[in-house]
T-cell receptor, first 115, second 111 residues
Framework: DAGVIQSPRHEVTEMGQEVTLRCKPISGHNSLFWYRQTMMRGLELLIYFNNNVPIDDSGMPEDRFSAKMPNASFSTLKIQPSEPRDSAVYFC?????????????FGPGTRLTVT | SQQGEEDPQALSIQEGENATMNCSYKTSINNLQWYRQNSGRGLVHLILIRSNEREKHSGRLRVTLDTSKKSSSLLITASRAADTASYFCATDAGYGNKLVFGAGTILRVKS
């Protein structure tokens, strides 16, 4: 298996622009997680899905952020409009959750820079 | 707020030495996990220890868990330069279905 795939790997955009990050989880995994990592705040869970349904989005910073999972093999995280403080590395992770939380497999991340 | 707090924040050792990192947490947990992150990469799962376990081994890794003290330690024996990375503990914080990560320990192994 290729592991969790994220695209793009790097994104540079101007403030106010829409940004869409993409993730393909490991085939057969039923849970998907979006994280944001910064030096100041560390690794933060933004939202997670189980069987394509959003379960907990309490970590989503504000309404500018939205996430979807239209099917088991694809998820997007969208920021509209983007702001410089959104600059961070965004990770997607997937897991096979069978009632008990097990190990998560992380993608390589998308480094977002908003100028 | 972060559930797990690693200690020390940074650790520098010589190749061949052992490295010990500690993690403390605040609430009851079902399990605790350790992850490694190499610079510019995603996190990689190292080991999971359940709340009813006290010690677990995986290769050169040894993890202990003391639920009475709400703490865990990760020991890397006979360290190698390739072990240079950031190490994070993560707990389910009693939620059971999501992880809360600590701030991490930066380990540097000098050759």
């Amino acid at each position: 298996d290729a592991g969790v795939i994220q695209s793009p790997r790097h994104e540079v955009t101007e403030m106010g622009q829409e940004v869409t990050l993409r993730c393909k989880p490991i085939s057969g995994h039923n849970s998907l997680f979006w994280y944001r990592q910064t030096m100041m705040r560390g690794l933060e869970l933004l939202i997670y899905f189980n069987n394509n349904v959003p379960i907990d989005d309490s970590g989503m910073p504000e309404d500018r952020f939205s996430a979807k999972m239209p099917n088991a093999s694809f998820s997007t995280l969208k920021i509209q409009p983007s702001e410089p403080r959104d600059s961070a590395v965004y990770f997607c992770a997937s897991s096979l959750m069978d009632g008990v939380l097990d190990e998560q497999y992380f993608g390589p991340g998308t480094r977002l820079t908003v100028t | 707020s972060q559930q797990g707090e690693e200690d020390p924040q940074a650790l520098s050792i010589q190749e061949g030495e052992n490295a010990t990192m500690n993690c403390s947490y605040k609430t009851s947990i079902n399990n605790l996990q350790w992850y490694r992150q190499n610079s510019g990469r995603g996190l990689v799962h190292l080991i999971l220890i359940r709340s009813n376990e006290r010690e677990k081994h995986s290769g050169r890794l040894r993890v202990t868990l003391d639920t009475s003290k709400k703490s865990s330690s990760l020991l890397i024996t006979a360290s190698r330069a390739a072990d240079t990375a950031s190490y994070f503990c993560a707990t389910d914080a009693g939620y059971g279905n999501k992880l809360v990560f600590g701030a991490g320990t930066i380990l540097r192994v000098k050759s």
